[in-house]
């Protein structure tokens, strides 16, 4: 695993959305070949976490669709990331998001995070 993709994902475990975003989009333009939906699906990730915590509801159902749609072709896992395991977490935080439910707010406690194997 390369150390730009090590320290994006640091970043999105500290819960820095905004700076794992920007890391993983580095990524995603250099990308070669195959894994730029990969890249593309945690800057998604990133960026509806981060919607999320800040009241974007719309924006992050929006991006929540995006991204599994971009990481489903790397599953189980890809380069050291356990991407099931970040969907299915993903799933959970925004579960509230997804059935537009009127109260939904982010939950620390739910905060996905993605596993290195």
Known sequence: MNASLRAAVELFNQARYLAAHELFDEL??????????????????????????????????????????????FLPKHNGLDVA??????QICLGPVILREAEASFAT???PRIELR
Do not use: C, I, T
């Open 28 to 73: 995603w333009e250099a990308g070669e070949g195959g894994d730029s939906d990969f890249y593309k699906g945690l800057v998604q990730a990133s960026v509806a976490l981060h919607h999320f915590e800040e009241g974007n509801l719309e924006g992050a159902a929006k991006l929540y669709r995006g991204h599994r749609r971009s990481l489903a072709g």
């Open 85 to 90: 395991a970040l969907l299915q977490e993903m």
């Open 109 to 111: 406690s739910e905060r």
